[in-house]
């Protein structure tokens, strides 16, 4: 039962009951009912206020949903170009012996023991300890 609907049953006892409030003891119950009354009202007040604070923050929160997807989504396109950068791709440098062009390789390619350099066609054999060799001249 409502707080408010409490009070009219209140009130409607304290009717029934021909309360007369010329005693002290109906001035008393009257005032009381009189304020439980006012606090029902103001109860109701608040509660509708609440109800509309939930809307709003409903909506808020709705629309947040939206900001936050389309930011992720932008931020998650980044990151997977990143990882690929860093992870996948790792790349190694060389210098063709045939025409001395520079090469550039990445790990997929080493496994399978041989690099073709896209200028010249030469085939690059080497072992990673001459890739080791190859790669720090070239930092040099
Ligand atoms: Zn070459």
Redesign the pocket.
């Known amino acids: 039962m409502e707080i408010s609907e409490k009070v009219a049953y209140l009130k409607g006892l304290a009717e029934g009951l021909k309360l007369d409030e010329e005693t002290k003891e109906g001035k008393l119950i009257a005032g009381i009912i009189d304020v439980l009354d006012a606090m029902a009202e103001e109860f109701a007040d608040v509660e509708s206020e609440i109800v509309d604070l939930e809307d709003g923050l409903d909506a808020v929160s709705e629309d947040l949903s939206d900001v936050e997807e389309t930011l992720y989504f932008a931020l998650d396109d980044d990151d997977e170009d990143d990882d690929e950068d860093d992870d996948d791709d790792e790349l190694f440098v060389t210098t063709?012996?045939?025409?001395?062009?520079e090469?550039v390789f990445d790990e997929d390619v080493l496994a399978d023991g041989e690099v073709v350099?896209?200028?010249?066609?030469?085939r690059?054999e080497f072992d990673l300890s001459d890739l080791a060799n190859a790669t720090n001249k070239d930092e040099e």
């Not at 063709?96 to 062009?101: A, H």
């Open positions: 063709c012996p045939c025409c001395e062009e090469v350099c896209p200028n010249c066609g030469e690059l």
